[in-house]
């Protein structure tokens, strides 16, 4: 099984700071296998990243996704108030199909 | 509009049954892979169980394996997790998924491009 570790727990930032959340897996992960998502409360999740790098229909352009490996990094460069929430990785490159703890951005 | 409800959830006492549906609609049911992810109060997301589109594969994470059961009806774009002998750790809320990748002889790898609102199922006395 693939563990991915997402990091930090929690990021505390301001509206308009640039946000930086790392995801890294206990083996490596090719990169059209590793997506992000983001929850916000009492939603469920919404598919951001696809394909490490990707963004997914209607995806702002302030988030971007890179990495390969075992460390890939989901960045957003100017945090909106719409943008504090839990951020998962996943990978579907190895069965279970397993999900990072997530890291939630909230407003400091 | 692709839309995915989920029905079925309650509270249920420990070692009782409960059998969850998803309502699809929107998108050609009978292409996708569809799965079930689950989240615990307050924690992360966990992988359940997928099926591929014509039920050829079928897969469970460990956790549950021998316990639920998924299923699916094409003909009435429907997805359905029949969960039996539960625990208290079975507590979450359940999401339907449409998958986006491949199953083979070895497992179905997707990722998940729409989710339903959820449904809590609570196990507790």
């Known amino acids: 099984e693939i563990v991915l570790t997402q990091s930090p727990g929690t990021l505390s930032l301001s509206p308009g700071e640039r946000a930086t959340l790392s995801c890294r897996a206990s083996q490596s992960v090719s990169s059209g296998y590793l997506v992000w998502y983001q929850q916000k409360p009492g939603q469920a999740p919404r598919l951001l990243i696809h394909d490490a790098s990707i963004r997914a229909t209607g995806t702002p352009d302030r988030f971007s996704g890179s990495g390969s490996g075992t460390d890939f990094t989901l960045t957003i460069s100017r945090l909106e108030p719409e943008d504090f929430a839990v951020y998962y990785c996943?990978?579907?490159?190895?069965?279970?199909?397993?999900f990072g703890g997530g890291t939630k951005v909230e407003i400091k | 509009e692709v839309r995915l409800v989920e029905s079925g959830g309650g509270l249920v006492k420990p070692g009782g049954s409960l059998r969850l549906s998803c309502a699809a609609s929107?998108?050609?049911?009978?292409?996708?892979?569809m799965t079930w992810v689950r989240q615990a109060p307050g924690k992360g997301l966990e992988w359940v169980s997928s099926?591929?589109?014509?039920?050829?594969?079928?897969y469970y994470a460990g956790s549950v394996r021998g316990r639920f059961t998924i299923s699916r009806d094409n003909a009435k774009n429907s997805l359905y997790l029949q969960m039996n002998s539960l625990r208290a750790d079975d507590t979450a809320v359940y999401y339907c998924a449409r998958g986006r990748g491949y199953c083979s002889s070895t497992g179905c790898y997707s990722n998940f491009d729409y989710w339903g609102q959820g449904a809590l199922v609570t196990v507790s006395s």
């Open positions: 929107g998108f050609t049911f009978g292409d996708y892979i």
């Open positions: 099926v591929s589109s014509r039920s050829y594969h079928i």
């Open positions: 996943q990978q579907y490159v190895n069965s279970p199909l397993t």
